[in-house]
């Protein structure tokens, strides 16, 4: 897209692709996509994705109105100076409000419904792994169409909903996508990311708005001395089913702020995808984490921890590989009858 070249971005092709680095985080190995077929775009470094409208709107802090009009009069290789080169971070560069927090919440409220009609949904989510009272619990959804009219019943913002990403015009933008949410203490919707059913386009959508430390919040509510980090959702998800306290990186990238929370727990057990780039930032998290970090490897020919999750005996797999972790760093585990008690009580 003229728009990504134009931000500074140097992209290079492959195959019906384009790649290169990021400008939404440091990325020194390129992580952004773009796929020219669909004029859309997916970092797998930090989880940013979506159309031109998005992405010119993350770089210049622009609600969804002024972003198009700017594209629509300039065209989008002119709406930015062409010698940029990188731009502020978006995470912590825009506050939602009370209306973007309503539209946010009325939008999980909806897609759960949706979800709890939609025989496809479902049984994607059971392919993964995820099984109705994880979904319940975490209150996952479905976006099948139909929100704007929900929103517009209920006297919500339809501004507010296309500022943060949740509507493009009337087009809602995650629809044919099952939806994860991260919610606060008290249970409510935050921030979302829609990840697609298909293989076609970006795998994930996420809202305009700074991404969390997915499941933050659930874990400080609990009190956990311990919390495992996860690299994607749906592994995130995995762990939470498996009854154990869970963060998720929404990518490799962890940010100043993200390092700042995994220091307040006792104990961070990382666990991310087994391939170059988890290991290269499981790396770079235990260094920056110190004596806290217990780097837990995944069996060996195991991608990810959702992959070992769909695996007969997979939570016995991770819960004796997070064991033996533990105990190489040359400290007892808790007093248990079973293995399965202390790797719950981290």
């Known amino acids: 897209m003229a728009a990504v070249q134009s931000a500074g971005v140097e992209l290079r092709r492959s195959g019906h692709r384009l790649i290169g680095c990021c400008p939404f985080h440091e990325d020194r190995d390129p992580s952004l996509v773009v796929y020219?077929?669909?004029?859309s775009y997916f970092c797998f470094g930090c989880n940013a994705g979506g159309d031109v409208i998005d992405f010119v709107g993350r770089l210049r802090g622009s609600a969804f109105k002024e972003t198009a009009a700017s594209l629509m009069t300039a065209g989008a290789a002119r709406v930015l100076p062409s010698n940029v080169v990188r731009f502020p971070s978006a995470r912590g560069a825009r506050t939602i409000g009370h209306d973007g927090a309503a539209v946010i919440e009325a939008a999980v409220s909806f897609y759960l419904t949706r979800y709890e009609r939609s025989r496809e949904a479902r049984s994607y989510l059971a392919e993964r792994g995820v099984d109705r009272n994880v979904a319940s619990r975490l209150r996952l959804g479905y976006a099948d169409g139909g929100l704007a009219r929900h929103l517009r019943d209920r006297g919500l913002s339809l501004d507010a909903a296309q500022q943060v990403g949740l509507l493009t015009g009337d087009r809602e933008a995650l629809e044919g996508?099952?939806?994860?949410?991260?919610l606060d203490a008290d249970g409510r919707a935050t921030w979302l990311t829609g990840r697609s059913l298909t293989s076609d386009g970006p795998r994930y959508l996420n809202l305009r708005v700074p991404s969390p430390l997915l499941g933050l919040a659930r874990a400080r509510v609990a009190n956990a001395r311990a919390v495992v980090v996860t690299e994607g959702p749906f592994d995130w998800l995995t762990v939470c089913g498996w009854g154990l306290h869970a963060v998720a990186l929404l990518g490799t990238h962890a940010s100043r702020d993200a390092l700042?929370?995994?220091?307040?727990f006792r104990r961070?057990?990382?666990?991310l995808d087994g391939d170059g780039a988890g290991r290269r930032a499981t790396a770079q998290l235990a260094s920056a984490l110190g004596a806290r970090a217990v780097v837990v490897p995944l069996p060996e020919g195991v991608h990810d921890l959702n992959e070992l999750g769909c695996r007969r005996g997979g939570r016995q797999a991770f819960l004796g590989s997070l064991y033996e972790a533990r105990a190489r760093m040359?400290?007892?585990?808790?007093?248990?009858t079973e293995r399965d008690h202390s790797a719950r009580a981290a």
């Open 260 to 264: 700042y929370a995994l220091r307040s």
């Open 268 to 271: 961070v057990y990382l666990a």
């Open 330 to 336: 040359e400290e007892s585990w808790p007093k248990s």
């Open 177 to 182: 996508r099952t939806v994860i949410p991260d």
């Open 36 to 39: 020219v077929q669909t004029q």
